[in-house]
């Protein structure tokens, strides 16, 4: 009875000892063994070995982290900027000892970086320049991150500078300036839209008034010519002088006027002298007209 309580108490030790005696990692992470408190070598993923109760293990992830900053500061004209900031890290591979066992507080060196860059440079930079230069702002960090770092185990895989947010009181302001500028901007490509109607306009009018002037200048040719062809038909079939050829064409337009005026329904109420007194009247004033202007062609020859 002894000796079999005894093998199955060196059973369950064997169990134990084999137990200890070995450990898997994950993919992504390594091990660190210590043996007695001291480093002695690291493990990789899958299974591994130790010496049982003489070393201990604890596990790294190798995989890329990031960590989230945010530094607020002022620029040289005077506004005051918080820019966010993203360092996405991880430790190197083949210095995981000096990860592990240089630095106990590797956010916090970030962070420290991270302020002294943006307070060296930001301050003699003026808002709208700091806004355009995100870019090579996120160069100076990472460069300057790579270089503190990459001694202690860690690499630096990306710094985005994410924004640069204005206090609320500067994105006002702004916004104010940019909606002034916005409508200072549509007016002028208001007034320029205008200015050109009315040029359109303008154009289009004096147009106008040319082929209407040219239309009334080409009327009056066809009425003259029309009068010079009527009185020289009338000379010829009536064999007549040439005053008494006017005399006569003119009483049948007369005519033609009074009954045209007579019979329109749009036609309103008009005193003309209508008797052969008032025609012959207005014969010779015609005449008159017709020798007046003879005269003075005579005169401009």
Known sequence: MTSLVLLVILAVFVLIVLASSSFT????????????????????AGLNLKLP??????????????????????????VFVAVPVSIQYSITPTKIFEAVYTMSNAKGQMESIVNNILLGH???????????S??????????????EMAPVGYTINR????????????????????????????????????????????????EAKQLQGQGVANER??????????IEMIKESANMPGEDAYAMLLFTNWTDMLS??????NSTVVFVPSGPNGLMDFQQQMMNV???SKTMGDKQR
């Open 221 to 230: 040719i066809a009425i003259a010519k029309g009068f010079r062809e009527a």
């Open 25 to 44: 990692v994950q993919s992504g992470n390594a091990a660190v063994v210590e043996r007695f408190g001291k480093f002695n070598r690291i493990g990789h």
């Open 53 to 78: 109760f003489a070393e201990r293990r604890f596990e790294i992830s190798l995989k890329v982290q990031q960590v989230d900053l945010k530094m607020e500061t002022k620029t040289k004209d005077n």
């Open 134 to 147: 995100q870019p090579q702002i996120a160069l100076w960090v990472k460069a300057e991150l790579d270089k």
């Open 260 to 265: 045209a005026v007579g019979t329109s329904q």
């Open 159 to 206: 710094v985005l500078v994410t924004d640069i947010v204005p206090s609320a009181a500067v994105r006002e302001a702004m916004d104010k300036i940019n909606i002034a500028n916005r409508n200072q901007v549509s007016a002028k490509a208001q007034g320029e839209a205008d200015r050109i109607k009315v040029v359109a306009a303008a154009n289009a009018q004096a």
């Open 290 to 292: 017709a020798a007046f």
């Open 122 to 132: 930001i301050p003699s930079m003026e808002f709208d320049e700091v806004y355009s």
